[in-house]
């Protein structure tokens, strides 16, 4: 077929109104009240031809700026491989959903499968599902397992947890009538001395982040022990980009592992399509949300995928499900396994060191010029806070005029700087050189 899609034609719109009964399409809306109907064409311009197309997009592309970004606080402006785009742009990659029938979705449950058995592997996880809508609702749901599992109320969350990720949360939580209470922190770290108040037997899980919203690796030594003691169940938020050279929930002793993966090579975008995960011990599989696909052998003993485990409410009673996840981000997983692919293991490494080693080098520089200072002396991984001396919102602007995206400005002129494997050492000298420059 060359198109895709036609439109209706004059017939067959008066065949379809005659069979409901109505004389006009505008006979349709005669429910809604006159004043609210616009009476009036709408400006809208005419069909263009393809070329034409392309102009005005290319023209409305160009006024936006083009900025080397120095942000991350939880959306990272990573190396995305080419191939990733040309794959994932295939129809038949481009418009599959749901694999109900496993004999026509091969390849759709195969590359699903894949993207399970890497997560698997970067977080030392028993199993994971099919992915989730984002690190933040994935993070919600983790919670809903741990309130369903321990039939306890009670979360508490670490406040160096991304403020997105907390508010998400807490939304989840105010419709299920879960408590939420926060667990302070010091200098960027969560504080033991407070956990050991605040944990009750009534708390079903306490979720941490690592690396944390400030960039600070966290240590859970301790704090993993007195979980457990109170048999409760540890969750831990991760970006996984980090987990190629970091210890892993599961070393930490985590119980559920969950967060967002747009740094498996997922482009910025404006914010979205982004792509969550979730893992957790064979213990609590079947509370998982969404689907599970599975590996087995058909009839013949040639090797098949399925979809193995679908704790959904569609496919069971709604009063019994944990969560009524209705779909998932299958593309953006497909988009993080060719990554992943691309890269192996020695490459993930690669990415992460440099990831690293870009952010040490970008803190040694700007506290050279003289216009920062330190805020805390504890690990971090790709993004740390300094105390600017000066007016940190207009040092921001400064810094657009110049196209870079500065760092996110928090409390009292400190600022969230981040730098990721695609900074080269020479954008960060220019920034450095930049910011140094500026007098505000």
Known sequence: ?????????????????????????????????????????????????????????????????????????????????????????????????????????????????????????????????????????????????????????????????????????????????????????????????????????DVAAVIFSNPNFYGVIENYHEISTLIKENNSLFILNSDPSTLAVLKTPREWGADIACGEAQSLGIPLSFGGPYLGYLATTFKLMRKLPGRICGMTNDVDGKRGFVLTLQAREQHIRREKANSNICSNQSLMALHATIYMSLLGKEGLKE????????????????????????????????????????DANALHEFLLKHKYLGGLILDNNKILFCATEK?????????????????V
């Open 423 to 439: 900074r080269t050492k020479t954008e960060i000298d220019d920034f450095a050189k930049l910011v140094g420059e500026a007098h």
């Open 1 to 201: 077929m060359m198109f895709k899609y036609f439109p209706h034609t004059p017939n067959d719109i008066k065949e379809m109104l005659a069979r409901i009964g109505v004389n006009s399409i505008d006979d349709l809306f005669g429910d809604i009240d006159p004043s609210l109907l616009i009476d009036e064409e709408l400006n809208i311009p005419n069909s263009h031809t393809e070329d034409e197309l392309k102009k005005e997009v290319i023209k409305l592309g160009e006024k936006n700026s083009k900025l080397i970004s120095f942000l991350g606080a939880g959306s990272y402006d990573v190396f995305t491989p080419s191939v990733c785009k040309a794959l994932t742009s295939r129809q038949e990659f481009l418009t599959s959903y749901t694999p109900y029938q496993p004999e026509v979705s091969q390849g759709t449950l195969q590359y699903i499968f894949e993207f399970q058995s890497m997560i698997c592997e970067l977080t030392g996880m028993d199993v994971t599902n099919a992915s989730m809508y984002d690190g933040a609702t994935a993070t919600a749901e983790a919670m809903f397992m741990a309130v369903n599992q321990t039939k306890r109320n009670t979360i508490i969350l670490s406040d160096t947890i991304n403020p997105n990720v907390i508010e998400v949360v807490k939304t989840y939580a105010r419709y299920r009538d879960i408590n939420i209470v926060m667990l302070e922190s010091k200098d960027y770290i969560p504080q033991l001395s407070d956990l050991k108040v605040k944990l009750n037997n």
């Open 351 to 390: 990415a992460a060191l440099r990831a690293y080693n870009n952010a040490h080098y970008l803190e040694e520089k700007l506290l050279e010029t003289n216009k920062f200072s330190k805020v805390t002396n504890n690990p971090f991984f790709k993004e740390f806070v300094l105390k600017y001396h000066g």
